[in-house]
Nanobody, 130 residues
């Protein structure tokens, strides 16, 4: 059974930093990318960043480019940890952040869509105060 467990959220002042982690286990993840999404109250879930299996390719939403960095540590084919380093945080970054594992082993702009992901974590709250 696939498990994605996020951690690292919290309350931070504007301009501060947080590092989110996502521990994944439960299937063979080789060749699968991973993504981070966020959802603010009353808004749809939106793409934040994605990284390929090898870490060679990354993609970021324009709103976080230059401030957030996605990375991953592939311990073995059936487990990995993904990270989202968030710097220069703004109040508009306040949301529940989710990591996700896609249903297909492709890489491309389609990974910006939540529909490409079959597995989701429970989310971690990030709150940025003015």
């Amino acid at each position: 059974q696939v498990q994605l467990v996020e951690s690292g959220g919290g309350l931070v002042q504007a301009g501060g930093s947080l590092r989110l982690s996502c521990a994944a286990s439960g299937r063979t993840f080789t060749m699968y990318a991973t993504g981070w999404f966020r959802q603010a109250p009353g808004k749809e879930r939106e793409f934040v960043a994605a990284i390929s299996w090898s870490g060679t390719f990354t993609d970021y939403a324009d709103s976080v480019k230059g401030r957030f960095t996605i990375s991953r540590d592939n311990a073995k084919s059936t487990a990995y940890t993904a990270y989202l380093q968030m710097n220069s945080l703004k109040p508009e970054d306040t949301a529940v952040y989710y990591c996700a594992s896609p249903s297909r082993t492709n890489w491309g702009s389609s990974l910006r869509s939540p529909q490409e992901y079959g597995y989701w974590g429970q989310g971690t709250q990030v709150t940025v105060s003015p």
